[in-house]
């Protein structure tokens, strides 16, 4: 995120609490990209989808709570109404769900740890491969190549 320009990052409550577990400090990203925080219920920054002002929504890391809501087409979140909003402004997106496999090792702030998602949360990331407008990443290297491919893309 920090390598590109003109980025917004929108923070969850959840995402706040979670780069503080990592220690890494708001005030620290501030000078790299605006950031929005979720502080309103009605997520007013999202109607910058119907002004063209985004061009691309990346979601990542994406819980397997908002993976789900996602694919039910729940918006009560900051996180799933921009989802829900870049959908229907046909603004395509590249999520990355913490949850891919049946086993993982996934860093956590005291180390690596395994994870064993449930199927009903496969089950949802696999959905969401299916959705319009959708890319689903497995890696931060599939990340940042899909992120690659889809500036190029714009040129």
Not at 30 to 53: E, M, Q, T, W
Not at 75 to 94: E, F, H
Not at 112 to 140: C, G, H, N, Q
Request: proline share 5%; hydrophobic share 40%; net charge negative.
């Amino acid at each position: 995120m920090l390598t590109l320009d003109n980025v917004d990052l929108y923070l969850s409550l959840a995402a706040e609490e979670v780069l503080k577990m990592y220690g890494i400090q708001i005030k620290d990203l501030r000078d790299h990209v605006r950031i929005y925080r979720d502080k309103a219920a009605s997520a007013p920054p999202v109607g910058l989808f119907y002004k063209n002002y985004y061009h691309t929504l990346v979601l990542a890391p994406t819980t397997s709570n908002t993976v789900a809501k996602c694919v039910l087409g729940i918006a009560d979140s900051l996180v799933t109404n921009l989802y829900s909003q870049a959908g229907k402004c046909r603004v395509p997106n590249i999520v990355y769900p913490c949850d891919i496999a049946p086993e993982m090792k996934t860093t956590a702030p005291g180390g690596e740890v395994m994870v064993y998602p449930r199927a009903i949360d496969l089950e949802a990331t696999e959905k969401l491969r299916s959705f319009e407008y959708t890319s689903v990443v497995e890696s931060v290297t599939e990340l940042e190549v899909a992120l690659r491919q889809r500036i190029a893309s714009l040129s």
